[in-house]
């Protein structure tokens, strides 16, 4: 119900269109009645000698027929499909706009696969059934009305064994129907199941070489694909029984009608004429019977799939829509006791952790692998929810406003940069489309860039990414700087920033960014404790817990795990000096 519910809403906006389709449907039906009438007139017109001419007009009549029926159900079907097209590009938009706005967590939990799946096949299989299915369908339902009451006036009988034979076949079918609908979904399953698979097998084809796990991933796929072939099967099967007896009633009915009207014949209540028409009109009746029999296996499919595109629509949202902006902010933050798990893990990731950054004051976070460090920032930029505490900017509660009013003011530069598979202007320019050209030039310069852009005969204009030039770890990093330094934002993010440059290089940009960091709130995360050394403020995490605070110098005093660590890379250093 709620299914229909939904699907109705969509089409609400094209009730015009449709209502013209419907209109030009129902001339079509119109037209559905004379051929077979005709016909029963031309057969009584040459048992009682009519003249030849009347004959004529007679077959003339059902030919313009049939060219009529064709205009007016090509209309309809056209306008139909155009709507059908209207309204499924609406449905894809509307999910994938709630993808965009559901919380992170969402992503970490759910296969990309199952995503991709349900903005791609889901909405082929409903466009499948807009386009095609249901148009024709309307078309042979109004016919089936039309003949069905052509048949009443011609011959009565006729309809109640018509109706009867309904009566008889509705049950089974209903039967069937449900549960070819039911197993459908689990196919659809099955099949995205499949596509995640094997969307992982192929995006981790580096990992598979390396670990020489191919045949395991073949056997994995094997197995799925028997598993969803052997269920295709069994639903085929099922459907082919829905349309056989489909089939059956359509082969027994105009027996019986044969039997009985022939009696009428032969008692003089009704013309051979009136019969051949009523016997014509049979299988026009059975058409839409016949038609969702036949494309079982499109509604099948259409079904679950639209459904499967509706929990989309429900997703929860990251923050709500109306929230006001925070406008311009100054960027003094507050994390106050943050305590947050993964969704769908048991163990707290941050314990109690609590930051304060005055506006354009540097804080550096380091500690242990898995302390936390990365996650700490994702709560701030409000991609996690804490399961207690709050974030505040510029003394706003961060819950309280449109998070992406913030995040639009804070550049990152993180451990992994995401390149468009487009030209390197483009990569740049993603977060400020609109910088000029001596803006970009500058960031590229304060990130180290330059001299790559100028070693290709392309430049800019060089494309990058999947299919394009690939570049270095490095390389990457130093676009992703670029792209921060060009939004001259009020807070910076530098999670390992500079943890994939060579020694030269990372020197280099590390001076770039020392440039860029007075006057912005910064917070970078390190595992190199040099790299944060001239911070306001250091934050050692250890197990998700801010286990020391202070400068570098009160941290080396302390002799607690900061000075361990500073010690131990710090002979390293020495010994890397030595060599
Ligand atoms: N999406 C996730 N789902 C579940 N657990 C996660 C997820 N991301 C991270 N974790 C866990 O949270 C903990 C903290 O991870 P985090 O990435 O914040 O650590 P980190 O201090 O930044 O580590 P590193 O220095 O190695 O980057 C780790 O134990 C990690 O396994």
Known sequence: ????????????????????????????????????????KIVDGIVSDTSGRIIGWMIAGVMFSFLFKVVFESLQELLQVRIGLDVITDMQLRAFRRLHKTPMSFFTTTPRGDMLYRLTHDVESVQNLNNTVIPRFVQQLISAVAAFTAVISLYWPAAVIMVGVFAIYLYPSFKIGTKVRKMGAVQRDMSADMYSHLQESIESIRL????????KEIKTQEEKLTKWKNFSIRLALIGKVNWRLGNLFNIATPGVVMLVGGLSV?????????????????PIMFMPVRSLAEN???????????????????LPQEHNDNLPGIGQIKGSIQMDDIWFKYPGTEHFVLKGVTLKMESGTHIGIVGTSGGGKS??????????????????????????????????????????????????????????????????????????LTELITSLTEGYETIVGERGLKLSGGQRQRVALARAILRHPPVLIFDEATSSLDGETEERVQASLEELIPGRTTITIAHRLVTVRNADKIILLDKGVAAEEGTHEELLALRGQYYQLYMAQYSELEKESAV
């Open 375 to 448: 996650t700490l920032v994702q709560v701030l930029l409000g991609l996690f929810n804490p399961d207690k505490g709050s974030v505040h900017i510029d003394h706003k509660n961060l819950n309280e406003y449109n998070r992406n009013s913030f995040r639009q003011q804070v550049g990152v530069v993180s451990q992994e940069t995401f390149l468009l598979n487009s030209t390197l202007r483009k990569n740049l320019l993603y977060g400020r489309p609109e910088a000029s050209q001596a803006e970009l030039d500058e960031a590229c310069e304060a990130a180290g």
């Open 266 to 282: 032969w008692q003089d209540k009704i013309t051979i004429g009136t019969l051949v028409a009523t016997l014509s009109f049979i």
């Open 1 to 40: 119900m709620k299914l229909l519910k939904e699907t109705l809403m969509h089409f609400k906006p094209y009730w015009k269109g449709l209502l013209i389709a419907f209109a030009c449907s129902l001339v079509g039906g119109v037209f559905t009645i004379f051929p077979p009438v005709l016909t029963g």
């Open 208 to 215: 598979v070489r390396t670990f020489q796990t191919q045949s």
């Open 296 to 314: 079982a296996l499109i509604i099948q499919q259409a079904i679950p799939a639209l459904q499967r595109i509706y929990e989309y629509f429900d």
